[in-house]
């Protein structure tokens, strides 16, 4: 079935740092792609998605690529914050065309610390 | 503002004693889901809804028990067969479109003594 690897924490970095965070998947189909943020005592928030190969997803500075060859999205930042400091989970949504966000595939969180 | 709004945000609970876990969303969205999250285990499916009046289990329905009566709204009651009960509930919801992202509520954490 379809699944999601991302890299364990967790991470530590000194702010203006540079951030990767891997995610390799395994899907069927042709998934989307998501990166969401969990902050401290929170739900959980879609920081950017993709939707097919070579597509790339940006938000507040943060980006990631669909590397289809690869089957990677890594999550990438030239210059975290302290604000950053969250729990980062990748995720990826079935090719189904029914409709597949039932099907939505989280990896397990990897936490970002940053100290000033 | 529209959103997803679960409450309590904290509930204590004696074991062996149903409890119901409320998430109501303003969104308009047909879809709605739950989630539990355990340290180091990432999000775990539970119950999901596509329509009113209709619901599917997810991957660890059992001790779990959901309802749809309205669109917004979607409890879940965690029984008494639930053999560990205490974790992070966060609802979520999503509109009927190909691969649309999920919305979540800011979670219910439960604890069960």
């Known amino acids: 079935g379809d699944s999601v690897t991302q890299m364990e924490g967790p991470v530590t970095l000194s702010e203006e740092a540079f951030l990767t965070i891997n995610c390799t998947y395994t899907?069927?189909?042709?998934?989307?792609l998501f990166w969401y943020v969990q902050y401290p005592g929170e739900g959980l928030q879609l920081l950017l998605k993709?939707?097919?190969?070579?597509d790339k997803g940006s938000n507040k500075g943060f980006e990631a690529t669909y590397r289809k060859e690869t089957t990677s999205f890594h999550l990438e930042k030239g210059s975290v914050q302290v604000s950053d400091s969250a729990v980062y989970f990748c995720?990826?949504?079935?090719?189904?065309?029914?409709?597949?966000?039932?099907?939505?595939?989280f990896g397990k969180g990897t936490k970002l610390t940053v100290n000033p | 503002d529209g959103g997803i709004t679960q409450s309590p945000k904290y509930l204590f609970r004696k074991e062996g004693q149903n409890v119901t876990l409320s998430c109501e969303q303003n969104?308009?969205?047909?879809?709605m889901y739950w989630y539990r999250q355990d340290p180091g285990q990432g999000l775990r499916l539970i119950y999901y809804?596509?329509?009113?009046?209709?619901?599917q289990k997810g991957d660890i329905a059992e001790g779990y028990s959901v309802s749809r009566e309205k669109k917004e709204s979607f409890p879940l009651t965690v029984t008494s067969a639930q053999k560990n009960p205490t974790a992070f509930y966060l609802c979520?919801?999503?509109?009927?479109?190909?691969?649309?992202?999920?919305?979540f509520g800011n979670g219910t954490r439960l604890t069960v003594t």
């Open positions: 993709a939707t097919k190969a070579d």
């Open positions: 969104l308009n969205h047909d879809a």
């Open positions: 995720a990826l949504s079935g090719g189904s065309p029914q409709g597949g966000s039932e099907k939505l595939v």
């Open positions: 809804s596509q329509i009113v009046n209709d619901f």
């Open positions: 899907a069927t189909g042709y998934p989307s």
């Open positions: 979520a919801s999503s509109s009927s479109s190909y691969n649309s992202p999920l919305h």
